[in-house]
C-alpha cells in the first residue's frame, strides 16, 4: 500500500500564494499521474490540477496561469504551488496518485489539507 500525505495548507488573504505538497511513502515501484484535487464546503471534489510522470500538465480552467503543478519523482512528491488566489480557491485540498508496487498497482487518496483564502 502507498500513503500519501498533504502539507501546506493554511489560511492566507486574497491575492496571496501557498505551495502544498504530497509526498508519497510505501514500497513504491513506480509512480505515475499524479493529481490535485479540491473539495469546497457542500459541494463536489472537483480535479484541480494533474501532471505525469514524465511532467505532461493539465489544469482546470479556473486556476489556469495562477497554479502550478510540479512533481520530484525521486522524492515521490508533486508540489502545487498557487498564486493570486481568491476566495473561491478556499476548500480541502486532496492529493490523488496511481502507482505500482512490486506485486501490484493502485491509487491512493491524501487525507487533505485545508486553504481559507480571505477577502
Known amino acids: 500500500q502507498v500513503q500519501l500525505v498533504e502539507s501546506g495548507g493554511g489560511l492566507v488573504q486574497a491575492g496571496g500564494s501557498l505551495r502544498l505538497s504530497c509526498a508519497a511513502s510505501?514500497?513504491?515501484?513506480?509512480?505515475?499521474?499524479m493529481r490535485w484535487y479540491r473539495q469546497a464546503p457542500g459541494k463536489q471534489r472537483d480535479m484541480v490540477a494533474t501532471i505525469t510522470r514524465g511532467g505532461m500538465t493539465n489544469y482546470a480552467d479556473s486556476v489556469k496561469g495562477r497554479f502550478t503543478i510540479s512533481r520530484d519523482n525521486a522524492k515521490n512528491t508533486v508540489y502545487l504551488q498557487m498564486n493570486s488566489l481568491k476566495p473561491e480557491d478556499t476548500g480541502v485540498y486532496y492529493c490523488n496518485a496511481d502507482w505500482h508496487t512490486f506485486v501490484r498497482q493502485g491509487g491512493s487518496w491524501g487525507q487533505g489539507t485545508q486553504v481559507t483564502v480571505s477577502s
Open positions: 510505501g514500497t513504491i515501484y513506480s509512480i505515475d499521474d
